[in-house]
């Protein structure tokens, strides 16, 4: 259970990168 929260933290870096790369 302790992997769901890693993938989301994961998941939310990811997310952040490609807004930045949109700005």
């Known amino acids: 259970m ?3 929260p890693e993938v ?3 998941k939310l870096s990811s ?3 490609g807004i ?3 700005s």
């Open 15 to 17: 997310t952040s990168s």
């Open 20 to 22: 930045d790369e949109l």
């Open 8 to 10: 989301n933290s994961s």
């Open 2 to 4: 302790e992997l769901v």
